[in-house]
């Protein structure tokens, strides 16, 4: 079993920043594909990005250029850095790992962008 914590999220203005962690139970970044996914009311669940294991990269394109994801392997922490926020960008972010048919959800946090 993997437990996933979620946690940075809030309220921001459009055009600020907010970083969002995940804290894994344990060592999973070279085993597991590990993601960030949002779900906004009335809305599918969306991916945001992803990082492979052998360490790539990958990006939704409604958020290539402005959002960047990392991970500290001896930390188990992945994050996900947010520039630039839109309105549009308003949902609950999730972290995911998943390895073939296994998939682990964290509980998610909110991301508000408003004025």
């Known amino acids: 079993q993997v437990q996933l914590v979620e946690s940075g999220g809030g309220l921001v203005q459009p055009g600020g920043s907010l970083r969002l962690s995940c804290a894994a139970s344990?060592?999973?970044?070279?085993?597991?594909?590990m993601g960030w996914h949002r779900q906004a009311p009335g809305k599918e669940r969306e991916l945001v990005a992803v990082i492979t294991r052998d360490g790539r990269m990958n990006y939704g394109e409604s958020v290539k250029g402005r959002f960047t994801t990392s991970a500290d392997n001896a930390k188990n922490t992945m994050y996900l850095q947010m520039n630039s926020l839109k309105p549009e960008d308003t949902a609950v972010y999730y972290c995911?790992?998943?390895?073939?048919?296994?998939?682990?959800w964290g509980q998610g946090t909110q991301v508000t962008v408003s004025s």
């Open positions: 995911n790992a998943r390895s073939g048919s296994i998939n682990y």
């Open positions: 344990r060592r999973i970044f070279s085993i597991y594909v």
